[in-house]
Structure formats: structure tokens, C-alpha cells
């Protein structure tokens, strides 16, 4: 470790930009040089006499742009060649809102993921044409192979790379649904498809719950009562619950399926994560099912990809004419840097680092709530959280605004019945560890009734 302690120029920038630049410059003047290890956030914050949450930020925007490297229990470091990503002025956010995956940090991930920009770079040209709507041959067979570690193996005039998945479902509705019909999912479910379901003017119905996910008894009730068109189900790490459907279960929903004819839409959005993940149910009712492996959690949101197993290749010409109506086609660029990425193996290490970084961020989450009432899983995004007696989620929202913690009440997940005093609390996206530990550790304090803040 190096007595290090920067010059901050005063700009008007905040101060954690202002540290963030500070090393960027040290580094280029050689002030700075590969494997240095940067003074320990609280050491640094009590150095220049600011508090510890700006120096966690600035170590963190350091990291963002490829400077720095942090390594849990060993300290941060700055990275032998400073990655091409170093422009403040163009990085983007992201959605607090959105139920993020964690972000890769390791440099030599990071890098692996640059270099697929070369292929892309390569062919640029022919990219920037008009492709298929359900995307190149290329592209379907990656896809095809991203489905086998599901344990799916369908015909390639089954497989369709489409724009994402909300875009996907999108399509789907529009093909096997009109205004006024009904669609059954699950009673606490994904805002997505609300969203889209209420832009098409079909109608929504919950279906009861159990620990275990929906019903067999209360679906095949639904489906006599309501006579809908599609269930819809995310039955892997679901959102917002973090509840996985055991394979008993599924295979007991599939048989209801197959009795009743009813078409399946599934949302496998979280399938990729865990290790050992039950089997879509599309494997167990194939010819009822829409199964759309989206991309946005295991590998990256921004590509707008997903990979989806149609019931039979003439609906795969369906859900092509309706891309083509809705979306045009997915994106070419998106759809080569995947592929690249899958064929040599980045895809799956992306995958990977996802999966063990979203546990050690629940082992945080256990660990700073304790005492609370909520439910996770290990790889999960999120917790569900209850609040306690007396404290209404509105409260606890509005106690949380400004800080990098995604918190969404009940009330966007609640189909049917009224919204139950709990919020989602997103763990994912670029928050460091150590910030995510901290700013759980305020939501403790947000979560006590008024009575109890001294």
C-alpha cells in the first residue's frame, strides 16, 4: 500500500468526481502504477476530512472506468492497463427501478467482453443492414445452444432471437389475444406484464398462491371461471418473491396444461442463473408453450435480446410477422456481440460471476436485515421484504430517495386484492459491496416505527 493522497482540483465537480479524476491523472503522470493498492476508503475519507460514503463513491467510479479493481478483504488496486471505457461525460446510470444483475468488475472479464466488439467491428457493415425478424441463422444456433443449459433442445424452426423480452411478450399477446380476453399469472407478478397486458386491453387474473407457486386446484378453477387465453408464469427466482416453482409443481401445472389446452407463456427471465435450476416447463407441455429465455438478467439488459422456443414452427412464423409489425427486427449488433460472446465461452462467464456475485450480495442482505421478516434465495436479485407493524412502504420509500437502492412497493406486483405492506429491494446493478452493505444498514433505520428514532 502506498501513502497516497490526492490533489483535488476544485472544479465544481462533486467531490467523489473530483477524486474519481484525481486518479485517473496520478495515473497517467506516474504517480500511479499497475498493482498499487489506494489507501482504505476510511483512511482516505479522515485524510481529506470527508465522510466515508464519498470516498466509497469515487473508489467505485474509479472501478467504473476501468482504473481500479477491488478485491474483498484484499483492498482496491489500480489495474495494470486502464480500460477504454474512461469517458465520465458518456457513463450511464442505469434504472434503480429495474431489477438489475450485478455488474462485471473483474478486468480480465471485463476485457474478454471488449474484445467481442472486434468481431462486431469486423463486420460492421453487414450488420447495419435489415436482417431477419427472428434473427440470423448464425445467432439462432447460439441461441439454440444457450437453450441446451437449460436442458432445451428444440427445432431450429422453433427458435426465435427477438428484441427482449417485454417486446417478445408483446408479440406473443398479439397473436393469441383480443381486447376484453383474460390472462391468468400468478397473484403477485412481474410489472412487465401488466404493462403490456393493459396496453392490449386484456385482463389480468391471479391466480392463488401457495409457498410453492400457483395452485394446480386454484388454475384449474381459474381456467373453468374465466376461460382465459394464456397463463403466464416466471417461475424460476421469481419477481418480486425470489420464489423458484420445485419440479413436483411444475410438472403437476403441466398436466393441467395439457388437459385443459390452455397455452403457457414463460418467462424464464432468472432460468440461467442458478446452478441447478429446475427444468422449464416447457419441456413437460412443449406443444402449449411460449418459453422466452431472456437475456436481460444472465448476461446484460442493454443487448434487448431473448432467446424463445415458439409451440411449433408455424407460430414461429407468427411471432416472425408480429416482430416484424411491432419491432422490425432484433438488433443485429446485439445479436452478433452475443453470439461471439457464447461461442467463446464470455456469455458463460458472465453468467457465472452473475450467479456468485447475486450470493455473496444475499449473504450481505441476510447478514444487515436480520431481524426483519422477508423472503430471498440465493441467487436472486432482490429480497421481498415485509415491513414491520406500524410502517407504511411509502414512508420507507420516501425515507430512501436518493440512494443507489432500488425499493419498489407492493402495490406494482399486486394483480389482485390489495397491496400487502411489503417493497422489492434490488441488490444488483453497480453498487459496490461495501456500499450495498451501508446503505442496508439506513434501511434498518427506515424500517423503524417513528416511535423508535431517537
Known sequence: MIDWVPQLAETGKPRYLAIADAIAQDIQQGRLGGGDRLPPQRRLAASLGLDFTTVS???????TRGLVTSHVGRGTFVTARPTATADPERKRAGDQSMNMPPEPADPDLVARMQAGLGYVSANLVDLLRYQSPVGAERDRVAASSWLSLRGMVPSMERIAVTPGAHATMAAILSIITRPGDRILCERVSYPGIRNIAARFGVTLIGVEMDAQGVTP?????AIALHKPKALYLNPTLQNPTTLTIPVERRLALAEVLNATGLTLIEDDAYGFIPAKAPAPIALAAPDLTWHIGGLAKCIGAGLRLAFTVAPSPRCAIRLSQAIRALSVMPSPLAAALTTQWIENGT??????????ESAARQEIAREALTGFAFEASENAFNVWLTLPPGVGRADVVVKMAGRPLGLIPSDAFTVDGPAEEKLRVSLGGRISREDLRDNLMFLQQALLPSEFIG
Open 217 to 221: 386446484e386454484a388454475l384449474r378453477a
Open 347 to 356: 456469455a458463460d462467464g458472465i453468467r457465472r460471476f452473475i450467479r456468485a
Open 57 to 63: 463513491r469515487a473508489y467505485a467510479e474509479a472501478q
